[in-house]
């Protein structure tokens, strides 16, 4: 009996931890972004920093994201000819490839190859520079750490993130023609003309824009909030990564199953 | 790396994205074949419009002049009335013609097809359409036949 009460109060106490946790790093990431807003206008003032940052957040990251766009895109082809033409419809392949990169895959796969490629290396340069008491250092010499260090990286992904992401939709794009028009045969003058017909500037083509700004956003901010809280151990900048790379993906994820259904509700 | 190496490798990566970005919204999307230009309002009054929403096409001869902007019923003379934002550029419709409500293909979208009338008068902001065919009911047609075919 004793056992079993003793066990039950050992619940709620890891459940009431859970929860203060959680709440507590709620929290500091909240004061975090708003420390980053509060830098945000010393960053731009001192674009070199920017620039830097773009580099190892975007350029870097083009590689992998036009590999991949283009599989992507080629893969949309050949399955989705391998399915239209069961119905004798492989015109409107245009369609299809056209509406699921713009819309659900471009910003989110990119989403996904973001976090991977350039969350985790945020996270982890972010994490041994607090494991070796480099913002302590700055913050000795009165250079703040958030508008040296901070601020950039975040204007950075924030800046690169949708443009990676209209990247990787154009290459699929080409992607699928050259699968679907070159190689199989569906006609070139069909492919464009029924991407065209049914791809909305405003109702497609912007809500991908405004997805992939809001995955770079939230992927950016959580990278930065991992690194920056890493526990200063070298254990602890290898877990800060790991959960860097997967809280990322999931809220990506979780986002665009609620963006997705707010934006076709109004329609 | 220097700093001007570096420089140049973000131009570039910005400039690809932009140029991404542009190719998406001009060759991918149908930003060029939005009506973005001025457009006149014709109503008309249909007994039914169908599967007819706001955003439908507007033809004539087939070739798109406008879009339907708004629809609203009227229950006075029970009746639907829908409004037509006809492109300025084609404000040479007689003031007499039809407005009629088809279907593109058998189970397709739904559209107003224009036939023009012979008046000398041309259509101008405001006008009502007084001649308009409801659209087809498919379920409506079918029940007529089979009343046909059982009468028979």
Redesign the interface.
């Known amino acids: 009996m004793q056992n079993i009460v003793c066990w039950i109060i050992n619940c709620f106490e890891l459940l009431g931890q859970w929860a203060t946790h959680l709440f507590e790093r709620t929290g500091r990431s909240a004061l975090f972004l708003s420390r980053i807003f509060q830098s945000i206008p010393f960053a731009i003032v001192r674009p070199?920093l920017v620039?830097?940052q773009?580099?190892s957040v975007?350029?870097l990251t083009?590689i992998i994201v036009l590999v991949a766009g283009a599989f992507v895109g080629m893969v949309l082809g050949l399955q989705g000819y391998n399915i239209l033409v069961r119905f004798n419809s492989e015109s409107s392949l245009g369609t299809m490839v056209?509406l699921t990169l713009?819309r659900e895959l471009g910003p989110v796969v990119t989403a996904l190859l973001f976090a991977g490629r350039a969350g985790s290396a945020l996270t982890a340069e972010l994490g041994l520079m607090k494991t070796t008491d480099q913002f302590s250092a700055m913050e000795m010499m009165a250079v703040d750490p958030f508008k040296r260090v901070i601020a950039p990286r975040f204007l950075a992904g924030f800046?690169?993130m949708?443009?990676?992401a209209?990247?990787f939709?154009?290459?699929g794009?080409y992607g699928g023609y050259f699968v679907g028009v070159a190689l199989l045969g569906v006609d070139d003058g069909a492919f464009?003309a029924q991407?065209?017909?049914s791809?909305?500037?405003h109702e497609?083509?912007m809500n991908?824009?405004w997805k992939s700004i809001t995955f770079g956003f939230v992927a950016t901010w959580i990278a930065l909030f991992e690194g920056y809280d890493t526990v200063p151990t070298s254990e602890g900048v290898g877990r800060a990564t790991t959960q860097s790379v997967v809280h990322a993906s999931l809220a990506v994820l979780a986002l665009n199953f609620i963006l997705t259904a707010l934006t076709l509700e109004t329609n | 790396m220097t700093?001007h190496t570096?420089?140049i490798?973000?131009g570039?990566?910005?400039a690809?994205?932009?140029?991404?970005?542009f190719?998406?919204?001009m060759?991918?999307?149908?930003?060029?074949?939005?009506t973005t230009g001025d457009t006149y309002k014709v109503t008309a009054r249909f007994d039914n419009i169908g599967g007819l929403s706001i955003r439908s096409p507007v033809k004539a001869s087939g070739v798109l002049v406008g879009r339907v902007s708004n629809i609203a019923y009227d229950d006075k003379t029970y009746s639907a009335i829908v409004t037509l934002s006809i492109q300025q550029n084609f404000n040479q419709f007689p003031a007499d013609s039809r407005a009629s409500i088809y279907t593109a293909g058998l189970l397709g979208e739904q559209y107003i097809e224009l036939l023009p009338g012979a008046e000398d008068d041309y259509l101008k902001d405001g006008d009502r359409l007084l001649m308009a065919d409801s659209a087809m009911i498919l379920e409506q047609m079918i029940g007529r036949i089979i009343a046909d075919k059982i009468s028979e």
């Open positions: 070199w620039f830097q773009l580099y975007g350029v083009i056209g713009v800046i690169s949708p443009l990676l209209a990247i939709s154009a290459v794009i464009w991407m065209q017909k791809v909305d500037f497609d083509f991908g824009v | 700093r570096l420089e490798w973000v570039v990566f910005v690809a994205g932009i140029a991404a970005l190719v998406l919204a060759k991918v999307s149908n930003l060029n074949t939005v």
